[in-house]
């Protein structure tokens, strides 16, 4: 094994790029039909219950707050219309399982086929990104802690998806730290997310998440008083604050690739945009929705 560089030796640029890159690896999965198939079986209602129970599994039967506050920008009223409704139909292994063989199907399909899967770029990433996962820690990380408490799988494609859930997990709770720290709600966080042109389409971002306009028009109130918004745009200082933010969520997520060091952190960054392209290219995403957080 090479030996890692010295933490803090990598540009966090790099670390960002690549985190950018593998998102898609995940996160194409809430947007598969695969997923709500799968989840469906084990008695879940398609849609918003089968996403947040999915997601939510790997730490147990919680309930509403605990789902509201680690995925930090939905509205609470939306997911207590699904949890804990959801723990009454499936029990949280069942949907665990369920979402993996979804993973396994809806990448398989965007891959190209069984052999794609099986390939030889999907194996070196997938080694890449565990030995990545290995400096990860616990501490402070909810979502990415649970989901760590699962086994690996042996077949390379989950290797792959799970290696891609524990670096998106991980650093989706970093991410929520550095809302807190910026002193924004979840809301105007993904306020300003979208306001950026590089998230959800503002559109997508209310239905997806659960927004009333009312609420939407109430947290750019709140951002305009604060200098933070303008004429329905950020304005310097918002922009500034949303890259303070981001830069911060790139900190608080270097670790893995700061293991890495730079040359296997271009490669993952190679490999996982020449995968991302083709599930992008195969349709993983509807129009409106890129991949990204709040």
């Not at 079986?41 to 509201?68: D, E, I, K, S, W």
């Not at 329905?232 to 911060?248: F, V, Y």
Request: hydrophobic share 45%.
């Amino acid at each position: 094994m090479v030996n890692p560089e010295p933490s803090g030796s990598l540009d966090l640029r790099l670390a960002g790029r690549a985190h950018r890159r593998i998102e898609p690896l995940h996160s194409h999965v809430y947007f598969a039909p695969e997923h709500d198939e799968h989840l469906a079986a084990t008695g879940l209602r398609p849609g918003r219950m089968a996403y947040f129970a999915g997601r939510a599994a790997a730490m147990g039967a919680v309930g509403p707050g605990v789902v509201t506050a680690t995925f930090n920008n939905f509205a609470p009223s939306l997911v207590a219309r699904h949890v804990p409704r959801a723990w009454t139909l499936a029990g949280p292994e069942q949907a665990v399982a369920a979402r993996q063989d979804a993973a396994r199907a809806s990448l398989t399909r965007l891959l190209g086929g069984p052999a794609a899967a099986a390939g030889d770029d999907v194996a070196e990433l997938a080694g890449l990104l565990r030995e990545a996962c290995t400096v990860l820690t616990p501490e402070g990380r909810p979502l990415y802690a649970g989901h760590a408490d699962l086994p690996w799988p042996d077949e390379p494609v989950l290797e792959l998806w799970h290696a891609a859930t524990l670096l998106r997990e991980h650093r989706g709770d970093g991410h929520v730290v550095a809302v807190v720290r910026s002193g924004l709600s979840g809301l105007e966080s993904l306020v300003t997310h979208t306001l950026t042109g590089r998230g959800f389409t503002l559109p997508a971002a209310k239905a997806t998440r659960g927004w009333s306009d009312g609420e939407w028009a109430a947290a750019l109130h709140a951002l305009e008083a604060r200098g933070h918004v303008a004429d329905g745009a950020l304005t310097e200082a918002g922009a500034r604050a949303r890259a303070a933010l981001e830069a911060e969520t790139d900190a608080l997520s270097a670790a893995p690739f700061e293991h890495l060091g730079a040359e296997r952190t271009g490669r993952v960054v190679q490999l996982a945009e020449a995968l991302a392209g083709r599930l992008l290219a195969g349709g993983a995403y509807p129009p409106g929705v890129l991949a990204g957080r709040g």
